[in-house]
């Protein structure tokens, strides 16, 4: 049985808490933190023009509805229009409250805004309050109360009379009104396929009297309630428990057992062993969550079939829930507590604390990046030690510091003390660094603490019986390429090339700041709700790259081509520094007082700067998220010969893009363009209308990734650089094309060489598809299937559950590939490695102290722009210090 840190234990059972406490109390918030207009004629003043001590009368409330009236799942998207009239200060914000109609269950969703802004509506209008996905119980709910208040103070609250069924003003009977929505249902939405049956303890055990010492298994009965069969790993199937009495400890466990199929319609038991330890601390282990097919360290099985459960109460009723992977439930379960046990205490308990009786680091002199090997010898511990934290601070600086946490901690027989590995980055200082703090716990969290006092290490909660002091112990880092730069970058000004801009393009901005080290990324986060419904749009803007000029710096930006067009408003902007340790700094846009915010004050914008953004997209583009839009409706009303691109369904997201056969049908007699591109837009599938010739029955789903550029064999001749595609599709026999983005970093290395896609076979084997592809002029490679992927090899079984969408897809794995010239990116000496020599090579180089020549400054040239310089060092030095992965 695993058992992690004391301290992560403690923030896992604050979270737990927390969800169920929201659970149990019901309070489920959405902010309405903008009011929307939505009648003509609605008049916004400020407190300016508006004395609030003038105000005595209340805002009414006159309407609330739902948006949109349709299934909902406990993690559906709402919201609320609420009909209001305000003829004072202007309204402030409203809470709409529903309850759920179970007697047994005290369940309460509160819809609110109260959020003061500085301008109010005045007169007539409508108010969006708009939820996230959020955890609801399901059942009916029915609306119970209604309040709006002012921002002079004023406040109106409205009651449901249950016999008319009107929400009636709690001051004023007369002022009433028939709520257009006054209940809705939370629907219990379509489960992957997997449900659990029953569950009961194996063995004659008592799980609420289970001695230390012991062992037992809980058993779960699943369920396949499909007429299909499932796989079902027991590595991704696991349980966890909290116990706030064993010290807050925090146990999961992993089912028994190998990989088998669930036949449709059948059942079968797993089972997950406990252990209960010789020393375990006595207490009750209440249970966490249960994950079904779902979870594992490297993030495997994240396209099994999968359920998870967890306990949900409100203090009167309890259940076990069950939810799919988008967080909404698809099975609840009455429980009472029957996978929780309890540990009672053994005579042999352990309650020691290990004692440090020698502490030392080695090697003395180091270089950044680097490790340190930190040895503890200890006494008097029964179990062993499983943590081992601390703090070295730097006898020369008062900023400089390494904090360790490690719970690798391993036992040398040979030494006969515990070791850990510390590591050192990029960012440390040169300078000796001593041994300030240590803490040590052993496997049932008997801990003991050391601080150093006068050279030595003391216990930090000592008495009279203190443990002995023990001698503290340092390092010496003698080389290191970090500077001493700690502050982050300050914004003076930043300015806008242009406000208007069509998707795709480049976007440039001219940006003042403050900073020793210079400035290596931007970024700026902008936000629209544009079509007026309460629901946002937001897109990110990464400097593609940067330029310091006379009178600043020249960011350049890459804007999504298919970023939805409309006007934009800034949100923030991160700044981040040319040090090693990329200091950064966030600045929030205040459009009201029109300057940037930050915890250290404010900056104030020059009045003839904007930042609103325009956004235009190609003519006869629309762009639909299959999220929200109803996507026959987006067909059908777009233009012949038009192109419509469908987002936010990927590869790895349970979200589907629910193609039927009257959308393609649509799109076959007007002959729209459909692209379906990835997260990333490293790639697309495009089906083209005029292409369309039978359209098979059932509703379909397709999707795409390219994963990053790998540089190692692709397990095509020769080829050593390439790019991994996932293509799922429940359709086989759609025509499509696939479009792959080639970076300039993969153009670059194969320079002439052929480019090539292969498929992966079931075997693991690959075989060419396609030889000697063109790019084109936008550096991408299209790929034809005119017949779709039928015949392209036998694909991996995917299981698809959604709401729209149930039944078996297929995916397809494909390689883009090629061969690199000979010399290796950062290889600077031809080593076969890329490590610190190559970088202080780099570094003499930018730093004119040695000239590279030849194949050496091709190597260093990282960027790939035909000069060496201190970009290329600053993305060398983040690979050797481990900071990127990629170069």
């Known amino acids: 049985m695993d058992r992690i840190k004391k301290g992560i234990a403690i923030l896992l059972l604050g979270t737990l808490l927390t969800d169920l406490s929201a659970a149990g109390t019901g309070i489920s918030s959405v902010k309405a933190e903008d009011l929307v207009e939505e009648n003509e004629g609605n008049e916004k003043v400020t407190s300016d023009q508006q004395s609030l001590t003038e105000d005595t009368s209340a805002p009414k409330i006159t309407g609330v509805r739902l948006v949109p009236e349709e299934a909902i799942y406990s993690g559906t998207q709402l919201m609320l229009k609420v009909d209001y009239e305000e003829n004072g200060s202007g309204l402030a914000g409203i809470t709409v409250s529903y309850n759920l109609s179970d007697p047994s269950m005290s369940v309460t969703e509160s819809y609110y805004g109260l959020k003061y802004a500085e301008d109010g509506y005045i007169g007539q209008g409508t108010a969006s309050l708009t939820s996230s996905p959020s955890y609801r119980f399901p059942g009916k709910y029915m609306i119970s109360e209604v309040r709006a208040e002012d921002k002079a103070g004023n406040s109106t609250s409205y009651y449901m009379d249950t016999a008319s069924g009107d929400l009636v003003n ?15 249902d939370v629907v219990l939405a379509e489960s992957d396929g997997i449900k659990i049956k029953d569950f009961h303890t194996e063995g004659n055990v008592d799980k609420d009297n289970v001695t230390a010492g012991t062992s037992f298994r809980f ?64 207490g009750k282990r209440s249970l966490e969550q249960i994950w079904i097919n779902c979870w594992s360290e490297g993030g495997d099985g994240i396209n099994l079939p999968a359920v998870t459960y967890s306990e949900w109460g409100d203090g009167v009723s309890t259940a076990l829930v069950g939810c799919n992977m988008d967080n909404n439930v698809v099975d609840v379960w009455p429980y009472q507590e029957e996978l929780s046990y309890t540990v009672t205490a053994s005579e042999s308990q352990d309650v020691t604390a290990p004692i440090i009786t020698k502490i030392s680091a080695e090697p003395w002199k180091v270089t950044a990046p680097g490790h340190v090997t930190l040895q503890v010898w200890t006494e008097g511990e029964e179990t062993e030690i499983e943590y081992i934290g601390g703090m070295f601070r730097d006898k020369g600086r008062e900023q400089g510091g390494l904090m360790f946490d490690e719970d690798d901690v391993t036992y040398s027989s040979e030494s006969h003390c515990y070791t850990v590995e510390i590591e050192i980055d990029n960012t440390m200082l040169s300078g000796v660094y001593e041994l300030q703090y240590i803490n040590i716990a052993d496997e049932n969290w008997n801990q003991r603490s050391y601080v150093l006092r006068d050279g030595y290490l003391e216990e930090e909660f000592s008495g009279a019986d203190a443990c002995p002091k023990v001698e503290t112990c340092s390092f010496d880092i003698t080389e290191s390429l970090a500077d001493e730069d700690f502050t982050p970058p ?34 700026l986060m902008y936000y629209a709700d544009t079509d007026m419904n309460g629901l946002y749009e937001f897109f990110k803007l990464d400097s593609e790259n940067i330029i310091l000029g006379e009178s600043g710096y020249i960011c350049t930006f890459e804007l999504d081509p298919y970023c939805v067009p409309g006007g934009y408003e800034l949100q923030n902007i991160n700044l981040y ?57 987006a067909v059908t009303s777009a233009q012949n010969g038009g192109t419509v691109v469908l987002t936010g369904a990927y590869i790895g997201a349970s979200t589907g893009n629910a193609i039927t056969p009257d959308f393609l049908k649509t799109v076959k007699e007007k002959e ?43 397990g095509v001749g020769e080829d050593d650089i390439y790019y991994p595609v996932e293509v799922y599709t429940t359709d086989t026999t759609v025509p499509l094309v696939m479009r792959i983005k080639l970076d300039n970093e993969f153009l670059e290395q194969c320079s002439d060489n052929p480019i090539r896609i292969s498929k992966v076979n079931a075997d693991g084997n690959i075989s060419i598809i396609q030889d000697n592809l063109t790019v084109t002029e936008e550096g991408y490679l299209e790929i034809g299937f005119p017949d779709g992927l039928q015949g392209t090899g036998v694909a991996t079984q995917v299981l698809d559950a959604g709401p729209a969408v149930r ?30 020599v190559d970088l202080m090579q780099c570094l003499n180089h930018v730093g004119r102290k040695a000239e590279l020549t030849g194949d050496a400054l091709l190597a260093a040239d990282i960027d790939q722009n035909g000069s060496v310089n201190l970009v290329d060092l600053m993305r060398l030095l983040n690979y050797v210090g481990r900071k990127s992965t990629t170069l």
Not at 170 to 184: K, N, Q, V
Not at 240 to 267: C, I, N, P, R
């Open 490 to 523: 300050e914004i003076v000004q930043m300015e806008l090339e242009r406000n208007k801009i069509k998707a795709g393009d480049d976007l440039q901005c001219k940006l003042q700041i403050n900073d020793t080290s210079g400035l290596s990324k931007v970024s």
């Open 672 to 714: 729209i363009t459909v692209i379906i591109p990835d997260q990333d837009r490293n790639s697309e599938i495009v089906i083209e209308g005029a292409g369309l010739s039978v359209i098979s029955k059932g509703t379909k789903q397709l999707k795409i990734n390219r994963g990053d550029l790998t540089e190692e064999p692709a």
């Open 807 to 836: 039944g078996i897809g297929q995916e397809f794995s494909f390689v883009v590939s090629s061969s690199a010239d000979k010399v290796t990116k950062g290889d600077i000496n031809g080593d076969g490695q890329v490590n610190l």
């Open 219 to 282: 058993a779960i009965t699943l369920q396949n309630d499909t007429d299909t069969n499932i796989p079902i790993d027991p590595a991704l199937c696991h349980i966890s428990w909290f116990s706030s009495e064993a010290g807050y400890s925090y146990t999961h466990v992993t089912a028994q057992g190998e990989k088998f199929e669930l036949a449709a319609g059948d059942e079968k038991d797993i089972y997950f062993p406990i252990e209960i330890g010789e020393y375990e601390m006595s």
């Open 170 to 184: 709690i001051s004023d009977e007369t002022d009433r009104f028939l709520p257009e929505t006054s209940s809705y």
């Open 577 to 633: 520094d040319g040090s090693v340790r990329a200091n950064g700094s966030v600045y929030s846009y205040d459009r009201d007082r029109h300057c940037f915010t930050s915890g250290s004050g404010e900056v104030a914008i020059s009045d003839d700067i904007s930042y609103h953004l325009s956004v235009t997209q190609e003519e006869n583009t629309s762009i639909v998220n299959v999220q929200f839009a109803d996507l026959e409706r």
